[in-house]
C-alpha cells in the first residue's frame, strides 16, 4: 500500500462512527499529509491497523474536527481495501485530472493561453454525442479555440437548439459539424422500449426522431445504418433551421460519423463523411471529401501546445 493510501485510511479510521460505511464523509478539509506524518500528528493506531488488501474499519476519534461548524465543508472519503468504491474511483480520477492539468499548463506556457484569453474564433460548430469514446482528439489535434462543442446523447439539435445557435450566429463558425458514432448506446436506446428511463432521459430520446431502419437494433448493420439516419436527421434539422446562412455561403452543414469499431470498413478511428449539406449520394460525398482533401490550408491553424519541457519549470505569473 503507498503512502498516501495508507494515510487515507488514517483519516477514514478518524470519522465519527455515524457516518455510513462506504459513503462516509470527513470534515477535515486538509490534504492528506504523508504516512509518516499522519503518524507524527497522533494517528500510529491507525496507521498500524492499514494492511495491504483489508479496509480498516471506522472507529470512534474523540479529537477529529467536530462536523457541525457550517464553516467546514464536506471531503469524502474511501475504504481503500475496495478499488471499486465509488469514492475511490472518484478521487483516483481527481488525482489524474490534478496531476494531467498541471502538466498541461506547465508544458503550454502562458504564451500559448494569452493568444485566446480574450476572444474564441472557432472554426466548427460541433455536436457530438457525450459518449466517452467520442472526444475531439479524433477529429482535431488543436481543438482549444478551433472547436465549439456542443454534447448531448445521440447527438442531436433540438435538445441544444441554443448552444448550436451561439455557434453559428454569435461564432459565426463556417461549418456546423453533426458529428455521430459507431456503437451510439442513445441511437439503440431510441429504437427500444424506453417507456421504463427517467423523465430527463425519455425527453432526450423523444426528440431523436430519425428514420427508424428495417429490423432489430441489436443487429450490428442495422445499429449502423441507425446511427447513419439520425446523422442525416440532425442535418436535416440544422438544414431547416440555418437555410439563409447555408444559402448565403456563410455556413455548410456536415454529417459524418466516428467509426471507433470498423463497422464502416474505412478502418476504426476513421471519420467518414456520410452528409454534405443535406446531400447524402455516395458518389457525390466521396468527391467532395476527395476536394476537402486536397485544400489548400487557408484557414491558420490555432498554435498548438508546445512539447512537453524536459525539465520541470516554475508556471510563468
Ligand atoms: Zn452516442
Known amino acids: 500500500m503507498s503512502r498516501s493510501l495508507a494515510c487515507l485510511l488514517v483519516c477514514a479510521a478518524?470519522?465519527?462512527?455515524?457516518?455510513?460505511?462506504?459513503?462516509?464523509?470527513?470534515?477535515?478539509?486538509?490534504?492528506?499529509?504523508?504516512?509518516?506524518?499522519?503518524?507524527?500528528?497522533?494517528?500510529?493506531?491507525?496507521?498500524?491497523?492499514?494492511?495491504?488488501?483489508?479496509?480498516?474499519?471506522?472507529?470512534?476519534?474523540?479529537?477529529?474536527?467536530?462536523?457541525?461548524?457550517?464553516?467546514?465543508?464536506?471531503?469524502?472519503?474511501?475504504?481503500?481495501?475496495?478499488?471499486?468504491?465509488?469514492?475511490?474511483?472518484?478521487?483516483?480520477?481527481?488525482?489524474?485530472?490534478?496531476?494531467?492539468?498541471?502538466?498541461?499548463?506547465?508544458?503550454?506556457g502562458a504564451p500559448h493561453f494569452r493568444a485566446f484569453a480574450e476572444t474564441q474564433k472557432p472554426r466548427a460548430t460541433v455536436v457530438a454525442c457525450s459518449d466517452s469514446r467520442v472526444q475531439s482528439v479524433a477529429i482535431d489535434a488543436t481543438p482549444e479555440n478551433d472547436l465549439f462543442t456542443i454534447r448531448n446523447i445521440g447527438n442531436q439539435i433540438t435538445s441544444s437548439a441554443g448552444s448550436v445557435a451561439y455557434g453559428v450566429h454569435h461564432l459565426k463558425t463556417p461549418v456546423l459539424l453533426i458529428l455521430g458514432h459507431t456503437g451510439c448506446g442513445a441511437v439503440k436506446a431510441a429504437m427500444k422500449d424506453y417507456k421504463k428511463e427517467g423523465d430527463a432521459i425519455k425527453k432526450e430520446l423523444d426528440t431523436l426522431t430519425f428514420d427508424r431502419p428495417k429490423g432489430s437494433v441489436d443487429n450490428a448493420t442495422v445499429w449502423k445504418d441507425a446511427v447513419i439516419a439520425n446523422v442525416n436527421a440532425q442535418v436535416r434539422e440544422a438544414f431547416a433551421t440555418y437555410a439563409h446562412e447555408i444559402e448565403v455561403g456563410d455556413l455548410m452543414v456536415v454529417g459524418a460519423v466516428y467509426d471507433f469499431r470498423g463497422d464502416l470498413e474505412a478502418g476504426p478511428g476513421r471519420v467518414t463523411f456520410v452528409n454534405v449539406n443535406g446531400n447524402t449520394e455516395p458518389a457525390k460525398v466521396a468527391s467532395f471529401s476527395r476536394a476537402v482533401k486536397l485544400t489548400a490550408a487557408v484557414t491558420k491553424r490555432p498554435p498548438a501546445a508546445p512539447p512537453a519541457a524536459p525539465v520541470w519549470r516554475p508556471l510563468p505569473h
Open 14 to 108: 478518524a470519522l465519527p462512527p455515524a457516518c455510513k460505511a462506504r459513503t462516509r464523509t470527513t470534515t477535515d478539509p486538509e490534504p492528506a499529509p504523508s504516512a509518516s506524518a499522519s503518524a507524527a500528528h497522533g494517528h500510529p493506531a491507525a496507521h498500524a491497523s492499514a494492511k495491504p488488501g483489508k479496509a480498516a474499519r471506522p472507529q470512534a476519534h474523540g479529537d477529529h474536527p467536530a462536523s457541525s461548524s457550517k464553516t467546514q465543508f464536506l471531503v469524502p472519503f474511501a475504504w481503500e481495501a475496495d478499488q471499486e468504491n465509488a469514492f475511490a474511483k472518484g478521487r483516483s480520477f481527481l488525482k489524474n485530472l490534478m496531476d494531467d492539468n498541471e502538466s498541461f499548463a506547465r508544458t503550454s
